[in-house]
């Protein structure tokens, strides 16, 4: 890979893997709908400012709004709001391993939604594994080592969400001709809306004003959410998208460091256990089946060239960034992000 290739890489895993650290510094002084709903309007601003400025436009359909809608609930309102409400008693270093387990929930969705027919050994050893790491990292025998069993759950039930939310958008979304840079501004919007609903219900707790909870949250919203995903966009048209689901385990060391570091988290054994399960599993289920040959073909022969990927069809692109968009076979390609969240 080139310096260019190395420097978008490790810029990527930075901004993504810091999520978790700086959801848990600006809980310190803001309510999860608080967080979150500032988080999604920056972001949202900023994609959709970048798009409009290359000319891109928002879909019109209102078919298209409505599954932005759902999309934006399974993606983004729910376990965004979760995993900062776990963060506020729970570890942010588990909170990023947790979200590792997504892969599992999109393959879960898929079948669900009849994307997936039928499941290889690979992909189902993929979800055992997954489970089983998922299982050690919450230990309901000693939960005090991960964080309080409300924390765990939080975590558990955002990686759900969030997996869902990509077989969904595999659906409903994908290859519709829409840019995915306003794909990404389009659902952060459907988001925001959602989240000013649930604020009279859910945000109007007292803010404490602390500079480290404003700068995080702010940081959340516009190089976390905005930047971040213009960044993994380039990063999947320039490198390809091999080059970019690395971020998925390099964001999950960069998490696990920062909590380690900066807010000195403990992590026993079995979150190191589950760490290493939760990363193999989405290595499993990334694996792609080997080609089977067509009837009547000799070996050695050169395969039939595949037609040109129409104008306009969307890349895969990460789930930790926000951005909402899936790679365009649909939910039974795994999204590159452990959830982002």
């Given amino acids: 890979m080139s310096k260019a290739t190395y420097t978008r890489l490790a810029a990527l895993s930075l901004i993504w893997g810091s999520v978790f650290l700086w959801i848990k510094i600006a809980g310190y002084g803001f309510s999860p709908v608080q967080m979150v709903l500032i988080r999604l309007a920056l972001g ?41 409400e776990g963060e506020i008693d729970g570890s942010s270093s588990v909170a990023a391993v947790v979200n590792g387990s997504a892969p599992i929930w999109t393959l879960a969705a898929a079948l669900l939604l009849g994307q997936e027919k039928k499941v290889s050994g690979f992909k189902a050893g993929g979800v055992l594994l997954g489970l089983g790491g998922t299982a050690l990292i919450a230990s309901p025998w ?62 109007l707790q007292a803010v ?14 516009v190089v976390c959410t905005g930047f971040a995903a213009l960044l993994n966009f380039e990063l999947i048209i320039k490198d390809g998208p091999t080059v970019a689901s690395t971020v998925t385990y390099l964001m999950t060391a960069v998490a696990v460091v920062l909590g380690a570091v900066v807010l000195s988290e403990p992590l026993g054994w079995t979150v190191w256990l589950g760490a290493v399960a939760v990363l193999a599993a989405t290595g499993l289920l990334r694996r792609k089946p080997r080609p089977t040959p067509e009837p009547g073909s000799e070996p050695g022969s050169e395969p039939a060239s595949e037609p040109a990927s129409e104008p306009g069809s969307e890349p895969p692109s990460d789930p930790a960034s926000g951005d909402g968009s899936a790679s365009k076979s649909g939910a039974a390609s795994v999204p590159s992000a452990t959830a982002v969240e």
């Fill in 208 to 221: 404490t004003w602390r500079t480290d909870s404003v700068i995080s949250v702010l940081v959340l919203g």
């Fill in 44 to 84: 949202a601003v900023v994609i959709l400012a970048i798009g409009y400025a290359k000319g891109l436009r928002l879909p019109r359909e209102a078919a298209t709004w409505g599954h932005l809608t759902v999309a934006a609930l399974l993606g983004n309102a729910v376990p965004w709001t979760l995993y900062a």
């Fill in 142 to 203: 000693n939960s005090t080592s991960a964080g309080t069993g409300w924390s765990i759950l939080c975590f558990v039930l955002g990686s759900i969400s969030f997996g869902a939310s990509f077989a969904y958008m595999g659906k409903y979304l994908v290859g519709r001709g829409i840019p995915p840079l306003m794909l990404a501004g389009g659902q952060l919007g459907a988001a925001t809306v959602l989240l000013l609903v649930a604020f009279p219900f859910l945000g």
